[in-house]
């Protein structure tokens, strides 16, 4: 079993509480954000038809894609109410104050 490697991508404190933000990495855009204490990545593209989801409209734990109006739990990644389709999920974590995804 091969352990994924984690680059850093911004300093806690530039990541909005109860918010998101979007990253590059590796010429992917990555979603990152925090709800309460949780700390959640997933690729910055709906499943349904690739829309960039940080143009979305939050409200909660809860993100609408922008453009065909999915939503999205941000927590779980999965669609609401149709939990059968899903975001794309990145290993993250917090080192000190800097935040690290995989690649």
Do not use: Y
């Not at 352990?3 to 911004?10: E, N, S, Y």
């Not at 894609?65 to 109410?81: E, I, K, R």
């Amino acid at each position: 079993m091969t352990i994924p490697d984690f680059v850093p991508v911004l300093r806690l404190e530039e990541l909005p509480h109860d918010g998101f933000k979007a990253v590059e990495v590796e010429g992917r855009s990555i979603l990152v954000g925090r709800i309460g204490n949780q700390l959640f990545a997933w690729l910055d593209r709906c499943p349904h038809a690739g829309a960039p989801l940080r143009i979305g409209k939050r409200c909660g734990e809860e993100l609408t894609c922008a453009w065909h109006g999915w939503t999205f739990n941000l927590l779980t990644g999965s669609a609401v109410p149709d939990p059968a389709f899903h975001l794309t999920s990145i290993p993250v974590k917090i080192d000190g104050s800097q935040v690290f995804v995989s690649v």
